[in-house]
């Protein structure tokens, strides 16, 4: 036996020692990764509501979100709840993350303290987030509210009308912005010095030197920053455990949608759109990937 292991090469090289290590791991990913989503792909084309077997297989959950009236309106309302809180993760998020980042990068006295004041947020957990923040924006007894009436404004309705509630969400989503903080500023120095030197040699000004230089040399990270933005903002679970889907739906957004279904064990259109999301991003990280020409890396000098 040794001698066909020795034939083999894998006593020499060591690589059985390997499979044995990354074994548990493999293990763990093939029963709580593969196998519930092979599960969960095949109970997408069944009605099932754990209680009883599968039944009734088909599309039927694929089609129902486009046919049936009462499911088509809270698919099209996530998406369009997932879209705008997308497109906000993007563009706001993401251009104050950057202009965060280029702040807290500066050589001054005491920007150490600030780095771990903008990032201490991102070390609370998102429930207890969630709960802090509920009670603030309490219409009736909130400190927001209480500070608003202070400075001689009127109350705000926050998560208790449905044309304020996808506002107040959209802002304090902004309380974790320092979460990328440290990629940015790592990116930031690590562009070389003789870069601005050159520049100032020149002539430019800040701005310039911004747009011209940091930016650049800076796309490796608004790349990886850009994708993780996308695929957290279509995951988005809202403050549920606060709000619920806020009212008149105002805030249901797609996983939302998919929790709601599986807490009514509607299982099998619950592991539908949750496949539906699944191809979503990877259509959109593929694409993203196909078109990251833009993108700067320091082997391409």
């Not at 309705?157 to 044309?163: G, M, R, V």
């Amino acid at each position: 036996m040794q001698a066909s292991f020795r034939k083999k090469g894998l006593l020499k090289s060591g690589a059985w020692v390997g499979y044995i290590l990354i074994a548990p791991c493999m293990i763990g990913i093939l029963i709580f990764n593969f196998i519930p989503m092979g599960l969960s792909l095949f109970y997408s084309f069944s009605t099932y509501d754990i209680i009883n077997p599968p039944r009734n297989f088909g599309v039927h959950n694929y089609t129902n979100v486009f046919t049936n009236v009462i499911l088509r309106d809270k698919f099209l309302k996530s998406m369009l709840h997932t879209g705008e809180y997308l497109i906000f993760s993007i563009l706001i998020g993401l251009f104050l993350s950057f202009l965060l980042a280029l702040f807290l990068n500066q050589k001054l006295k005491g920007m150490a303290a600030y780095r771990v004041l903008y990032y201490l947020p991102n070390l609370l957990p998102p429930v207890c987030s969630a709960i802090v923040w509920a009670d603030i924006t309490d219409p009736l007894y909130g400190l927001g509210n209480s500070l608003l009436n202070h400075m001689g404004l009127p109350s705000y309705t926050f998560y208790a009308d449905p044309s304020s509630a996808m506002p107040t969400f959209l802002i304090l989503s902004l309380w974790g912005l320092g979460s990328g903080l440290m990629l940015w500023i790592a990116q930031f120095q690590n562009i070389p010095d003789a870069l601005y030197e050159a520049a100032d040699l020149e002539g430019a000004n800040a701005f310039e030197k911004c747009i011209k230089i940091t930016v650049p040399m800076s796309t490796p990270t608004i790349f990886y920053t850009l994708i993780n933005s996308i695929i957290a903002g279509l995951q988005v679970f809202g403050p549920y455990l606060v709000t619920g889907a806020g009212p008149d739906d105002s805030l249901l957004f797609f996983v939302t949608n998919i929790y709601i279904n599986h807490r009514e064990f509607n299982m099998g259109l619950a592991c539908a759109l949750s496949w539906m999301l699944f191809v979503v991003i990877a259509v959109l990280t593929l694409v993203l990937f196909r078109k990251s020409k833009w993108v700067f890396y320091g082997e391409d000098i």
